[in-house]
């Protein structure tokens, strides 16, 4: 597995992207986005996860952090990996909706990626809303038929490699992840899921997108799993790593291989803590090698994960 980060599938002639084992997950956010999306990236964030979905997203407000961090220098946006979302009428308030629900999903979807281009363009200039690029955009969920969701598949993939670097899908079951992967021209290279119980921790899932190169990103990894938390393997984790168990419970979830982690805490220590705990826990497995497996194997077997190596 990667300590570090992940290069994604190169598609067409798009420059290189890597993404970071853990993006800022910035939903429910309200006003306070701006800031703490600024306070993430000061923090040492890489990758920020966002949506065209003023229901639980405020997407300008994340650009508006960006911006600030790359004007006061603590980054480049070229170091700096950006993902967002369509999301569907089915997902939106009616209310407020990056588009015009009554128009065919392809202008939907056109309306999203414009809207969203503008957001998360990296200058206050309007007109660098003209250069910008999102380096993954994920179909929030499937849309209610095959159909339309390989249509909303098909106009993101005429926005690849230039607008677009690479596509994905979040919310999404095996069986409609294998039709989509049969059936698109650009093969979706991140899937994000919740990671808990009600889907078996998406075993089968898991197994698909590692076996096409697919990289997994799991959600709700502390939220809907207060018994992994207090589980043997990852108190054990974190006595040993010397880390909080909930940097316990993400590091064991990154030592599945081929997955990140969305991580969305407003707790500036809490970004420290979390940062600082991947570097800690690949030394531990480096230094103490078969204590690391064991208790990654335990936490396979706790998850209903295949424990061979």
Known sequence: MSWDKYLLRSVQEAPPVHLPLFLYGTAWKK???????????????????????????????????????IHDGLLRREELYIQTKYTSVQGQDPNKMPYDPKTPVTEQVHASVKSSLHNLRASDALSSAEDAYIDTFLLHSPLPTMAETMEAWA??????????RNLGISNCTLPIL?????????KPAVVQNRFYPDTRFDVPVRAFCRAYDIIYQSFWTLTANPELIQSNAVQSLASQAEISPAAALYCLVLGLGNTTVLNGTTNRTRMDEDLTAVPKVEQFSKDSPDSWQMILERFKRLIGDDVTP
Do not use: M, S
């Open 31 to 69: 006003d306070r986005t701006a800031d703490l999306v600024y306070q993430a990236l000061n923090a040492g964030f890489r990758a920020v996860d966002t949506a065209g979905q003023p229901k639980h997203y405020r997407e300008d407000l994340v650009g508006d952090g960006i911006r600030r961090a």
């Open 155 to 164: 106009t993101l993939e005429t926005y690849v490699p230039h607008r677009i």
């Open 178 to 186: 294998k039709e989509l992967y049969a059936r698109a021209t650009v």
